[in-house]
């Protein structure tokens, strides 16, 4: 069994930036592919970032590119999401995720494990 813990939340102004982190207990992560959720108040769960478990292939929904970058850290069993340039649109539950397959086209899919969620909110 995996267990995924995020960290890293909070509030920030418009324009500044966060870094996510997700930690991974249980076993270790190396083979799976991992991804950053998010779902704001009302709307469905999204696919915001994922990263194949080589770490040569990523995926970001559109209006993240060029602001956000997700790493993976084997090493550590560590994941994470560097958020820049942040937009009151951003706000959300952010939720890590681990296993499943992964699309440069839709990004990850049927995830195995989910972390708690963090939240973050962006002020204007």
């Known amino acids: 069994q995996v267990q995924l813990v995020e960290s890293g939340g909070g509030l920030v102004q418009a324009g500044g930036s966060l870094r996510l982190s997700c930690a991974a207990s249980?076993?270790?992560?190396?083979?799976?592919?991992l991804g950053w959720f998010r779902q704001a108040p009302g709307k469905a769960r999204e696919c915001v970032a994922a990263?194949?478990?080589?770490?040569?292939?990523?995926y970001y929904v559109d209006n993240v590119k060029g602001r956000f970058t997700i790493s993976r850290d084997n090493a550590k069993i560590v994941a994470s999401l560097q958020m820049d340039s942040l937009k009151p649109e951003d706000t959300a539950v952010y939720y890590c995720?681990?296993?499943?397959?992964?699309?440069?086209?839709?990004?990850?899919?049927?995830?195995?494990?989910w972390g708690q969620g963090t939240q973050v909110t962006v002020s204007s």
């Open positions: 995720a681990a296993g499943g397959s992964m699309s440069i086209t839709v990004g990850l899919s049927s995830p195995l494990y």
């Open positions: 249980g076993r270790t992560l190396s083979s799976y592919n």
């Open positions: 990263i194949s478990w080589t770490g040569r292939n990523t």
